[in-house]
Nanobody, 127 residues
Framework: QVQLAESGGGLVQAGGSLRLSCAAS????????MGWYRQAPGKEREFVAG????????NYAESVKGRFTISRDNAKNTVYLQMNSLKPEDTAVYYCAGRRDVYSGTASTEAHEYFYWGQGTQVTVSS
């Protein structure tokens, strides 16, 4: 059974940092694009960041550019999201996602391109 397990969420003050992790099990994602999404209360799920299988290409939402960094450790089958300079508007449930195909050169931004999804981890930024 394929699972994506997010961790690292929590409560942080504005201006602070958090590092989210997404550990995959059940199959290797070493050759698949991975992404992070988030959903705030009352809002639709939105793309945050994506990274290709080898880390060669990344994409970020405009709202997080320069503050968030996506990375991966294929040996650990894990993807990370380093979040700095957090703002109250970053408060949301953050989800990890993985594509099913391999060797894609696109750091996908569209949710329908991801097949596997985690259960999410809550990030709350206080003002």
């Amino acid at each position: 059974q394929v699972q994506l397990a997010e961790s690292g969420g929590g409560l942080v003050q504005a201006g602070g940092s958090l590092r989210l992790s997404c550990a995959a099990s059940g199959r290797t994602f070493s050759w698949s694009t991975m992404g992070w999404y988030r959903q705030a209360p009352g809002k639709e799920r939105e793309f945050v960041a994506g990274i290709t299988w080898n880390g060669g290409n990344t994409n970020y939402a405009e709202s997080v550019k320069g503050r968030f960094t996506i990375s991966r450790d294929n040996a650990k089958n894990t993807v990370y999201l380093q979040m700095n300079s957090l703002k109250p508007e970053d408060t949301a449930v953050y989800y990890c996602a993985g594509r099913r195909d391999v060797y894609s050169g696109t750091a996908s931004t569209e949710a329908h391109e991801y097949f596997y999804w985690g259960q999410g981890t809550q990030v709350t930024v206080s003002s």
